[in-house]
């Protein structure tokens, strides 16, 4: 019996760990995304010169407070995870995604 239940707890862990891992692509991906877009706008938008560089450059920021959101997050979950003290986020990911959000509309005003 305790055998079965070590192996379960053994499963959950995993099951946690690759949860936490998803969960960091998706910022990874979402923030990569971003920048890209904002790379994107600097260097092909024609005939915006000044607007679409800052633009792109707000854009750019924009991906990647998200990457480094997304990377604290990560770490500091797998490290709460390894100790059994998971906490969920209060504040983190909404400020950022505030922020970020901020930061696109600020980026969309630039190149207008």
């Known amino acids: 019996?305790?055998?079965?239940?070590?192996?379960?707890?053994?499963?959950?862990?995993?099951t946690d760990h690759l949860a936490n891992e998803r969960t960091y692509l998706a910022w990874l991906r979402t923030g990569l995304s971003m920048a890209?877009?904002?790379v994107a706008v600097a260097k092909f938008a024609p005939g915006r010169g000044m607007h679409?560089?800052?633009?792109g450059l707000v854009l750019l920021g924009a991906g990647l407070t998200l990457v480094l959101y997304g990377t604290l997050r990560y770490n500091t979950v797998r490290r709460q995870l390894l100790r059994d003290s998971f906490a969920p986020a209060r504040f983190g990911a909404v400020v950022t995604v505030t922020v970020a959000t901020l930061l696109v509309l600020i980026s969309v005003l630039l190149f207008l």
């Open 36 to 38: 890209a877009l904002g």
């Open 1 to 14: 019996m305790d055998g079965d239940e070590t192996e379960a707890q053994a499963g959950d862990r995993a």
């Open 52 to 55: 679409a560089a800052l633009s």
